[in-house]
């Protein structure tokens, strides 16, 4: 049977120079973070729409890495990449929005996540941390709330501050396409075009794009935007009851959003 990476190769024309046996070990150790059973069952459920090994490998991860992660919220990517980086010798740090902000409380616990770092990201906040320092900044579901919040600009230059030069912005958000952007981002979708203007005018470069997360079944035509599918569940205004007809089946049945991912890079 061929190798994943010979089969990646043939698929897209691809050249695969031969690596060190301490990459294919890297990657069993991505595995192994992922199939970890410490990880939250609710998390696990949804791998399968959110495709955590896909998406960091197309996103560029590797062992030893300095990794910041932009709005952690409950950790479903910090139960990944903080044993990740402790197996490999690499830094986590979760950019949570306030000081006192943390992960829950199982993330103290250092022989599994290693020492988790934490900084702040706000509308106000300060750099991310020493500049040119990080190798990835990765921010998932995010920039819908940054837009309209008036400081999206502001996160994209935050992120090409800390991260090196070559470093990787890896990127993933509800995808408007081929709709328009609703005003005011009011459903949570956004433009895939919009997204890389953002990144450009802060000086990154769109190095790749993939259909990991995408999701052909979303029409993008829900009565509460994005947050009626999976795993918001949305099905009425608040203190209202849910609107006459209010199918729940069939936005279950859609499953979680249509997703752009890209990678972006910070030129050399």
């Known amino acids: 049977m061929l190798s994943r990476t010979l089969m990646l190769a043939v698929a897209f024309g691809g050249v695969v120079a031969m690596a060190p046996l301490s990459a294919f070990a890297a990657d069993a150790k991505l595995a192994a973070a992922v199939a970890a059973p410490n990880r939250d069952a609710a998390n696990k459920a ?3 729409a959110r495709h955590p090994q896909a998406s960091l ?18 950790g479903y990517w910090s139960e990944i990449l903080a044993p ?10 979760a ?32 750099p ?12 998932a579901r995010n920039l819908h709330n940054w837009i309209p919040g008036g400081f ?8 090409y501050a800390v991260l090196k030069p070559g470093g990787i912005l890896a990127f993933e958000e509800h995808r408007a396409d081929p709709k328009p952007e609703a005003p005011n981002l009011n459903t949570g979708y956004v433009s895939t075009q919009h997204v890389i203007d953002l990144a450009t005018k802060a000086g990154f470069k769109l190095e790749a794009k993939s259909e990991i997360n995408a999701n052909p079944k979303d029409n993008k035509d829900h ?37 752009m991912t890209l990678r972006f890079r910070k030129p050399a």
Do not use: C
């Not at 490998?57 to 409950?74: A, H, M, N, R, Y």
């Not at 306030?98 to 509308?123: M, W």
């Not at 203190?239 to 959003?257: C, L």
């Open 46 to 48: 949804r791998d399968g």
């Open 223 to 259: 009565p509460f935007g994005v947050w009626t599918l999976p795993p918001s569940r949305q099905s009425s205004d608040k203190d209202k009851p849910s609107p006459a007809g209010f199918d729940r089946a069939k936005y279950d049945a859609i499953g979680e959003s249509d997703r």
């Open 84 to 93: 990740y980086a402790k197996e490999t010798g690499g830094r986590y740090t």
């Open 95 to 126: 950019a949570t929005g306030r000081p006192d902000q943390k992960l829950p409380e199982k993330f103290n616990n250092t022989a599994v996540y290693g020492p988790v770092h934490y900084t702040v990201f706000n509308k106000d906040s300060g």
């Open 57 to 74: 490998e197309f996103w560029g991860l590797k062992p030893g890495q300095t990794v910041i992660e932009i709005s952690p919220g409950g």
């Open 152 to 159: 999206a600009d502001k996160a994209m230059k935050d992120f």
């Open 128 to 139: 991310l941390g020493a500049p040119a320092s990080a190798d990835m900044v990765l921010t």
